[in-house]
C-alpha cells in the first residue's frame, strides 16, 4: 500500500491508496489482463491490454472519486449542475495518467508487455458526444472545475451514437454511425440505484384538497426511465476527482406490462423503443434544426432526470426544507438546449414537493444561469406550441403561467408598448404559436452571459436588446478558455519541455505564468530550438494528413490550417478562393515571393446542410487538381482532412503555423479553436470578431494578422452590398470566380458548384465573402512574407504561446465560481 497520500475515510479506519510504481502498474495490468477480462495471450489488436490499462488507471482514479465525493457530502460546499446536451470529451486513457501523474511509471511496466502508451492509447475511440465548440467548452470546463477543485458535476446524455464517423468518397461527405461503446467502455459506471423515471405525454387533472388548496396532477403519462452512467473526470495532479453523470433511457416494466394486459403486445415493444429511442443518437447539427420531436424529448429527458437527481439528494440531506436551497445549489444551462429546466424545476416544487408559485418562482431565479452561445437569429431555438401541449402538457401551463406573470411586469414597466411585449413575449404569436426557449431562459435566469467580449455585448445592443433593458444586471461576459493540460501540456510536450527549461512548470495551473516566456522571444538559440519543436510537430501532423487523406505536405513550407464546423459564416469559401487564387498565380508563373504553403482544411457538415456539403466537394476538387499539378506540387498543396474530431485536434494544433479565423464579423459567438492554436505557437490570420479581438489585444497587434471589415461595417455595408462590382472591380476575384463558372473545378459533374458562385454573387449573400476577399489576399501576401523570415517568426510564435494566458479554462471556470455560482472557495 502507498505511503505517498494516506488519508481518514469516514468510518475512522486508515486507508492507503494503491501505489503508483511500476511493480504495481505490472501486475495490475497482468491482473486485469488475464482475470478482469479473462485472456491468456497478448492480443494482436492490443484493445485487451488497453483495456487493462484503462482499469489500472482507473482503480486509481476510483479511489480518489470517492474520496472526493465523501469530502463533498461532509463539507456540504455550493454545487453547480453544468447541464448540456453535449460533452465533447474525447480520449480519458492518457488525460487521466497525466493528470494522476502516472505516465514515467505506467511507460515502465508497459515495456514489459512489448507495447507502448502510445499503441495502446490509440485504442481507444473519441467520447464524441458533441458537434463541435459548445460541447468541447463543457469539456474544457469540467476539466477546470476538476483541476481548481470546485464541486461542478456535469450533466449530460449516454449517446448510443456520438458525432457521426466522416468519410470521404468522390469527394463528397459520407456519415457513418459513430459506435464508440462497440468495444465497451471503462470509463462509464453504471448507477442503477439512481435511476429516475421521466413523463411524457399524459394530461392534467386539478384536485382540490379538504383546505382549498388546488393540485396539478399529471396523469396517464408515459414513463420513461433513465438510467445514470457515471464518468470520472479527474482535476490535474490534485486528487481531486468530479463527475460527468450521463442519462441513458430504457422503457420502465410496468409501461409494457399494461400494454400486455391490454393484449397489445406490438404496442408494447414499439412503446419500448420510443423510450430507447431518446438517448440513441446525438443531432449532428451545430445550428439548431427547428421542430424535431425527439430533440425535444431529449431536452426534457436530460432535463427532467438531472433535476430529480439534485433535488432528490436535497431532500435527503436536507428534507423537505427547501429555504437554503437557492445557497447551495446553482444550475448552469449551455444554451437554451436544457432551458426546458425552468418550467421543470417549477414543476418539481410546486407540484411534487407543494411549494407556492412565488416561493418557487423565487428558488428557481436564484438558482437558473443561461449561456448562449449564438448570433445568428436562425439559430434561436423555437418549439411549435402544439407539440409542447401534446408532449409535455403540464411544462406547457407553467410556461404560460411564467409568461403571464412576466408580460404583466413588462405592462408595468411599458404601459401600453403592446410592440414590445410582443417582442418580449416567451411564446411567438406572428404565425404557428412557438416558444422561445431564449426567452423561456433569460426571463427564469438571474444570469445571462455571453462567451467573448464583442459577443456579449451585440447580446445586450441586437438580439436581447429588451431584455437588457429591463434586466441589466442579469447580463454578463464570460470569455472561452480551453483547458491548457489537454490543450498544450499533453498535446505538445515538444514545446511543454521547452517551456520547462525557460520557466518552471507552475504555467499548467496558472496560465498567466507563460508571460515569463516573454523574454525568450528575443533569444535566438531559444527561437531556432522552438522551430525545431515545431519542426517535429509538423512531421506528426504530415503523418496524419497522408494517413487520413493521402496528401503528402512537406514540412519546409507553411502549415495553413482551418479546422472546425462547415458553415458559411465561418467561411471555408474565403479560404478556397484564396487557395484558388494561389494556383491561378502558378499557373500564370507569378511566384516571385511566394511562401510554399500546404493548406489543410477539415469539419464535418450537417446532414442535411446541402451548402456545406457542398463546399467539401469543392475543397477537395480544388486539392485533386492541385495535388496532381507538378506545376505546384513545390510551392501549393492542399488537403481535406476527413473526420476531423478532438483526437485530430491534438496533432493539429501542435503542427500549425498559420490559424485561419476567418468568419464574417459579429458572427462567431467565441471560438476556441482558435486559442488552441494561439497556444501552441501559431499565428493567426483572422478578422475582428468573437475571441479573436481579444486574441489580438493580449498578443499585441503587430503579432496578429488582422483582415477585413469588422462588425459594424459589415451591418452597415449589407445596405448597399453588390458583390458583382467588387468582383468586377478585382481581377484576381473575377479571374477565381471564372476559374469557378467556367467549370475548372467539376471534374466531369458540369455546374455543381452553380449554388455556390451563386452564393458569392448575391446581394443578399449574408456572409460577404466577396468583401473581405482583397484584404484577405493581401494579408495572406504579409504572412508569407513574415514566413520566410524565420527567427521573427520564430519571435512572434514565442510571444503567442507567451501571450495566451487569458485563454485558460481555468480563469474562465474562475469568473464563473465567483461572479455567477458565488462559490465559497477562495479561489476568486
Ligand atoms: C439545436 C437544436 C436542435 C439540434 C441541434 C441544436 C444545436 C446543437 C449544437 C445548436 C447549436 C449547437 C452548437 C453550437 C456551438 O457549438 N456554438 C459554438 O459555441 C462555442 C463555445 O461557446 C463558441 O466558441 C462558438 O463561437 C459557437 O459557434
Known amino acids: ?33 488475464h482475470f478482469t477480462l479473462g485472456r491468456d495471450q497478448i492480443d494482436h489488436s492490443h484493445l ?62 508497459l515495456t514489459e508487455f ?28 469540467l476539466d477546470s472545475c476538476a483541476s481548481l477543485g470546485i464541486p461542478v458535476t456535469g450533466y449530460g446524455i449516454l449517446y448510443d451514437y456520438g458525432m457521426f464517423r466522416q468519410r470521404i468518397r468522390n469527394g463528397y461527405q459520407v456519415e457513418l454511425p459513430d459506435q464508440w461503446l462497440r468495444n465497451g467502455n471503462p470509463w462509464l459506471f453504471e448507477a442503477p440505484q439512481d435511476t429516475r423515471v421521466v413523463k411524457f405525454f399524459g394530461h392534467t387533472n386539478v384536485d382540490i384538497d379538504t383546505k ?114 437557492a445557497d447551495k445549489n446553482c444550475f448552469q444551462l449551455n444554451d437554451t438546449h436544457p432551458a426546458i429546466a425552468i418550467a421543470e424545476l417549477m414543476r418539481l416544487l410546486v407540484d411534487d414537493y407543494a411549494l407556492s408559485w412565488n416561493r418557487s418562482w423565487e428558488i428557481t431565479t436564484a438558482t437558473m444561469a443561461y449561456t448562449n452561445h449564438t448570433l445568428l437569429p436562425e439559430a434561436l431555438e423555437c418549439w411549435p406550441l402544439a407539440m409542447f401541449r401534446e408532449m409535455l402538457p403540464r411544462l406547457l401551463e407553467i410556461i404560460h403561467e411564467i409568461n403571464a406573470r412576466f408580460l404583466h411586469d413588462v405592462a408595468n414597466r411599458w404601459p401600453g408598448d403592446t410592440d414590445r411585449l410582443r417582442a ?15 426567452h423561456l431562459a433569460i426571463v427564469g435566469s438571474f444570469s445571462v452571459n455571453g462567451v467573448a467580449a464583442l459577443h456579449t455585448e451585440l447580446l445586450k445592443k441586437g438580439l436581447f436588446r429588451n431584455f437588457y433593458e429591463l434586466w441589466p444586471e442579469k447580463f454578463n461576459n464570460k470569455t472561452n478558455g480551453v483547458t491548457p493540460r489537454r490543450w498544450l501540456a499533453f498535446c505538445n510536450p515538444g514545446l511543454t519541455g521547452l517551456i520547462e527549461e525557460a520557466i518552471d512548470g507552475s504555467w499548467r495551473n496558472d496560465l498567466s505564468e507563460l508571460q515569463r516566456l516573454k523574454p525568450f522571444a528575443e533569444d535566438s538559440d531559444f527561437q531556432t530550438r522552438w522551430l525545431a519543436v515545431k519542426q517535429s510537430n509538423k512531421e506528426a501532423l504530415a503523418r496524419l494528413v497522408k494517413g487520413r487523406s493521402g496528401v503528402r505536405f512537406d514540412t519546409e513550407m507553411l502549415f495553413d490550417v482551418q479546422v472546425k464546423r462547415i458553415h458559411e459564416y465561418k467561411r471555408q469559401l474565403l479560404n478556397i478562393l484564396h487557395v484558388i487564387h494561389l494556383y491561378d498565380r502558378i499557373l500564370k508563373g507569378d511566384i516571385d515571393n511566394m511562401t510554399p504553403r500546404c493548406v489543410l482544411l477539415g469539419g464535418k457538415a450537417a446532414p442535411g446542410y ?80 468573437g475571441a479573436n479581438i481579444e486574441i489580438r489585444e493580449a498578443v499585441g497587434a503587430e503579432n496578429f ?95 503567442n504561446t507567451a501571450s495566451s494566458g487569458y485563454f485558460s479554462s481555468d480563469r474562465t471556470i474562475r469568473e464563473y465560481a465567483t461572479e455567477i455560482w458565488k462559490l465559497d472557495t477562495g479561489i476568486g
Open 610 to 689: 446541402q451548402m456545406a456539403k457542398l463546399i467539401i466537394k469543392l475543397t477537395n476538387n480544388v486539392a485533386t487538381l492541385i495535388n496532381d499539378d507538378p506545376r505546384a506540387s513545390s510551392l501549393l498543396r492542399v488537403a481535406f482532412l476527413p473526420d476531423y474530431n478532438v483526437t485530430a485536434m491534438e496533432i493539429i494544433c501542435a503542427g500549425t503555423d498559420l490559424s485561419e479565423q476567418i468568419s464574417t464579423a459579429g458572427k462567431e459567438a467565441s471560438g476556441t479553436g482558435n486559442m488552441k492554436f494561439m497556444m501552441n505557437g501559431a499565428l493567426t490570420i483572422g478578422t475582428l470578431d
Open 705 to 799: 494578422f488582422l483582415f477585413g471589415l469588422n462588425a459594424e461595417e459589415v451591418e452597415t455595408l449589407r445596405k448597399s452590398y453588390d458583390p458583382a462590382r467588387i468582383i468586377a472591380g478585382d481581377e484576381d476575384l473575377s479571374t477565381v470566380m471564372t476559374m469557378l463558372e467556367k467549370g475548372f473545378f467539376d471534374q466531369g459533374e458540369s455546374g455543381i458548384f452553380e449554388s455556390i458562385c451563386h452564393a458569392i454573387r448575391s446581394p443578399h449573400d449574408q456572409w460577404m465573402t466577396a468583401a473581405d476577399f482583397r484584404a484577405f489576399v493581401d494579408t495572406q501576401v504579409a504572412v508569407g512574407e513574415l514566413f520566410r523570415n524565420r527567427s521573427e517568426w520564430a519571435r512572434k510564435s514565442i510571444l
Open 48 to 109: 485487451y491490454l488497453y483495456t487493462a490499462a484503462a482499469l489500472t488507471v482507473r482503480d486509481r482514479l476510483v479511489e480518489r472519486w470517492r474520496e472526493t465525493r465523501q469530502r463533498y457530502h461532509y463539507e456540504k460546499p455550493k454545487r453547480v449542475a453544468y447541464l448540456s446536451l453535449e460533452f465533447l470529451m474525447g480520449r480519458a486513457l492518457n488525460n487521466s495518467v497525466m493528470n494522476l501523474d502516472m505516465e514515467e511509471q505506467l511507460r515502465e511496466a
Open 114 to 141: 512489448g507495447v507502448s502508451l502510445e499503441t495502446l492509447a490509440d485504442e481507444e475511440r473519441d467520447a464524441g458526444l458533441g458537434n463541435g465548440g459548445l460541447g468541447r467548452l463543457a469539456a474544457c470546463f
Open 424 to 438: 418580449m413575449s416567451i411564446i411567438d404569436e406572428s404565425g404557428h404559436p412557438q416558444i422561445r426557449m431564449a
Open 1 to 33: 500500500m502507498s505511503d505517498h497520500k494516506p488519508h481518514d475515510s469516514e468510518a475512522g479506519t486508515h486507508q492507503r491508496w494503491l501505489e503508483m510504481d511500476k511493480e504495481s502498474f505490472t501486475s495490475d495490468l497482468e491482473r486485469h489482463f
Open 212 to 325: 382549498g388548496k388546488r393540485h396539478v396532477r399529471w396523469t396517464d403519462t408515459h414513463d420513461v426511465l433513465a438510467i445514470p452512467y457515471d464518468m470520472p473526470v479527474p482535476g490535474f495532479q490534485n486528487d481531486v476527482v468530479n463527475t460527468l453523470r450521463l442519462w441513458k433511457s430504457a422503457a420502465t416494466e410496468e409501461f409494457n406490462l399494461d400494454e400486455f394486459n391490454a393484449g397489445s403486445y406490438t404496442e408494447a415493444v414499439a412503446a419500448k423503443n420510443a423510450a430507447e429511442q431518446i438517448s440513441m443518437v446525438l443531432y449532428p447539427n451545430d445550428a439548431s434544426e427547428n421542430g424535431k420531436i425527439l430533440r425535444l424529448r431529449q431536452q426534457y429527458f436530460l432535463t427532467s432526470a438531472s433535476l430529480q437527481d439534485v433535488l432528490s439528494r436535497w431532500v435527503s440531506r436536507s428534507g423537505l426544507d427547501f429555504d437554503h436551497f
